[in-house]
């Protein structure tokens, strides 16, 4: 019988991460007064996670106690797509890593339990986050269910209305969840008295918990970002180098790696052992995938621009919408961010990554065919890169050429089935990101620093 799954076994999961900060030059994140020092970053942040956050090692340990935790549900299985080749006719091998395994449903505890972990050993007791589509609100909420701390989730309100379950599986897990903008803050609240009505945004949530953090008094309660930041991409790659070693099982070698991009975690955690293989001389096309209605990579400046609305973070070296962005109420919440992870924007730049953008009803139409083949139905994040994954498919076939394809099936869309049921009823529809939006962004940038095009090698 043909082998459809590659497993690795338990002590096979890898006991580094791979930090690319050791392999690419970057602008800093400036402050008012110049490039931000670690201690800049204290009350916001455990000083563990900081000295990962700028830490120039190109291999970092997994503490013990991550890796008793990761065991719940990884090493994660990689999964060859027979069935959606078939359906194709396509000669490519098309492999994904399949993290919809773990516990919430997605890659996001693949740093949600790092975060807690070195959290509680500097001695917090409690964090406070954002979340979009609810995946990282709910990893956080079981992550710090692990290690015993509390946890408080500032949640998009459309997604927190169109999500309700998402709400349950973190107060199972003893977390508090509330709609952003919310009355708890003066972040919130002044955003309320502009704008009452509004959808909320990644930028507004993740105000809302910044000064939920910065304010309690105890000193006890730091913030956690589900993605962006160096230290979070580094987390994820253990999805790479898992793949990597599996992928080595079986003699294959991908020279197509996709994922989705929202703030860029799991395509970084997937891409950058590529990334590092890239640098030394194999040939991939990496791509990053988003959506057309929010098209941070492929159409917005690299800029320096906040990670928030209100304007609380350093101003960080990224592709970026500007940050009083507000999107459009598409469906894929994940992926509805107005800036990219400095280290993929870099990479950007450089032209090492290709990042491709997708109109909504493409990824639901690649969502469905992947859920009638492979069976497994998709997160609406997800369903960008399988879009991504179907034209190349479609290109191999085209070119009469073998092509091994990689993409991260970065979660499962079992909670996300209201969207499905819009798509399905013919209520979901294509929106392009006006141009004039864009040029709004480019006027908002034009005050901070430019970030200078660096070539890392
Ligand atoms: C399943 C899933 N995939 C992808 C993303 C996008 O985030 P990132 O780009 O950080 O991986 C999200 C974000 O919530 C998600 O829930």
Known sequence: MEKKKIFLTEDEIPRQWYNINADIKMNPPMGPDGPVTPDMLAPVFPMNLIEQEVSPERWIDIPEEVLRVYNIWRPSPLVRAYALEKALETPARIYYKYEGVSPPGSHKPNTAVPQAYYNKEFGIKRLTTETGAGQWGSALAFACSQFGLECKVFMVRISFDQKPYRKTMMAVWGAHCVASPSTETKAGQQILEQHPDTPGSLGIAISEAIEAAVTDASGE?????????????????????????????????????????????????????????????????????????????????????????????????????????????????????????????????????????????????????????????????????????????????????????????????????????????????????????????????????????????
Do not use: W
């Not at 009803?361 to 994954?389: D, K």
């Not at 798509?423 to 529809?429: D, E, I, Q, R, S």
């Open 221 to 457: 309660t730091r913030y956690s970002l589900g993605s962006v930041l160096n230290h979070v991409m580094m987390h994820q790659t253990v999805i790479g180098l898992e793949a990597k070693k599996q992928m080595e099982k079986i003699n294959e070698y991908p020279d197509v790696v996709i994922g989705c991009a929202g703030g860029g975690s799991n395509f970084a955690g997937l891409a950058f052992p590529f990334v590092f293989d890239k640098f030394n001389g194999k040939e991939i096309a990496i791509h990053p995938v988003e959506p057309a209605a929010c098209p941070t990579m492929t159409r917005a400046p690299f800029a320096y621009d906040h990670g928030d609305t209100i304007g609380m973070t350093p101003l960080l070296p990224m592709h970026s919408l500007g940050h009083t962005f507000v999107p459009p109420p598409f469906h894929a919440g994940g992926l509805r961010y107005h800036g990219m992870a400095p280290q993929v924007s870099q990479l950007i730049t450089e032209g090492i990554l290709e990042p491709r953008a997708y109109p909504q009803l493409a990824t639901y139409e690649a969502g469905m065919l992947v859920a009638r083949t492979e069976g497994f139905i998709s997160a609406p994040e997800t369903n960008h890169a399988l879009a991504c994954v179907v034209d190349e498919a479609k290109k191999a076939k085209e070119e009469g050429k073998e092509k091994v394809i990689l993409f991260n099936f970065s979660g499962h869309g079992l909670i996300d089935l209201g969207a499905y049921e819009q798509f399905l009823a013919g209520n979901l529809t294509n929106y392009e990101y006006p141009a004039k939006e864009i040029e709004e962004a480019e006027k908002i940038l034009e005050q901070y620093p430019k970030p200078e095009l660096i070539k890392s090698r």
